[in-house]
């Protein structure tokens, strides 16, 4: 019965919205390090190439970075939260994501980084796509171990031009000038939660989080998981990650 009201809804809402009738939702989930930001923004890229569209990537930790650097209430009330590698809650979380999703640029779709983390997130979500007629199309899981995750984030190096926030990594995609961003210019930085002893916080938190979220997730036959090593190339793994949207879209 449940079912049937959400496909009736679906396509009212699609009537009525019908700016984002073809609107696609893919969610890319990993633990801090995973790969998660260089995927999506590739992934952006083929949606380009094979509808014509480019899906933007949204990344809610760049979210809550912005609001914290432009020191709204918002940012001055969670910084220390984010700083010491906690969560933000989920209320918090989804009206921030439900302001940034109703603007036009999102009308096609969009690649979700890192969100949602929770059950609670998930559910949030689901209601919030459905009152626009839509939906996660997929959600992809990048499994990688804890060895190789903590290879990874001692290296990385974030743009401290909170307008770009371009990653880098001193071992596997290095700048080409050493400590400046190739598309600004701009100074890199080690964000606060790449820090050693955040990361390992991060990671714990991470998986308290995610082992219900993915339950959820595999119990509506949304999740395909992708492995990510470090001994696997980016392309291979995107090139996973695009079967699997494809083979499921």
């Not at 019965?1 to 700016?19: G, S, T, V």
């Not at 760049?62 to 989920?90: C, M, Q």
């Not at 979500?125 to 171990?145: C, E, F, I, P, Q």
């Amino acid at each position: 019965m449940i079912n049937l009201f959400r496909e009736i809804w679906m396509r009212l809402a699609c009537i009525c919205y019908w700016q984002r009738r073809n609107a696609r939702f893919f969610v890319i989930l990993g633990a801090p390090g995973s790969g998660k930001g260089t995927i999506s923004t590739l992934l952006s890229d083929e949606t380009e190439k094979h509808d014509g569209v480019r899906l933007p990537v949204l990344v809610t930790g760049n979210l809550v970075r912005r609001e914290i650097a432009d020191k709204t209430p918002f940012g001055v009330k969670w910084a220390p939260v984010v700083k010491s590698g906690g969560f933000i809650p989920d209320n918090e979380i989804m009206k921030l994501l439900h302001t940034e999703l109703k603007k036009p640029e999102y009308f096609n779709g969009a690649i979700l980084d890192g969100l949602p983390r929770t059950v609670g997130q998930a559910r949030k979500l689901r209601r919030m796509l459905m009152w626009w007629g839509n939906r996660v199309n997929r959600v992809v899981l990048l499994d990688a171990s804890d060895n190789d995750l903590l290879v990874r984030l001692e290296g990385r190096r974030t743009c401290s031009k909170k307008t770009c926030g371009k990653t880098y990594h001193t071992s596997f995609n290095p700048p080409k000038v050493e400590g400046k961003c190739n598309v600004c210019g701009s100074e890199l930085t080690v964000r606060d939660d790449d820090k050693p002893e955040v990361v390992r916080e991060r990671q714990r938190l991470y998986k308290e989080a995610s082992r219900k979220l993915l339950h959820f997730y595999e119990l509506n036959g949304q999740l395909t998981r992708v492995v990510t090593s470090n001994t696997r190339s980016v392309d291979e793994v995107l090139k996973d990650v695009v079967f699997t949207i494809e083979q499921f879209d």
